[in-house]
């Protein structure tokens, strides 16, 4: 769907707050963080734009919410269409 466009921007929003017990922390979100920075100059590189965004964490902010973030990037670039995905994880008892 995204080849039917003229521009596609790759977007990645870190929601903490799904994550739970078991999530991106310590060495492992530097090894992300860098992963990242490593996309955004490869896409850059064929003039492409990344955008990395992250949730606030769920304590009544504003951008507690991944939807949220995604809603706002859709006015603040004025985008008319936005195709998505999101990775769920089951909860581990």
């Known amino acids: 769907m995204a080849s039917h466009h ?3 921007i790759s977007v990645f929003v ?3 707050v799904s994550q739970g017990k078991w ?4 060495a492992l979100a530097v090894v992300l963080k860098n992963a990242l920075q490593n996309l955004e100059r490869k896409l850059e590189e064929h003039g ?3 955008i990395c ?3 606030c964490g769920g304590s009544g902010e ?3 919410d991944a ?3 995604l809603e706002k990037l859709c006015e603040e670039y004025t985008w008319e269409w936005f195709i998505g ?8 008892a």
């Open 85 to 92: 995905t999101r990775s769920i994880r089951p909860k581990v």
């Open 53 to 55: 965004r992250s949730t």
């Open 67 to 69: 939807v949220v973030v």
């Open 62 to 64: 504003k951008d507690s």
């Open 6 to 8: 003229a521009h596609v």
């Open 48 to 50: 492409l734009k990344f």
């Open 23 to 26: 999530g991106v922390i310590g």
């Open 14 to 16: 870190w929601d903490r």
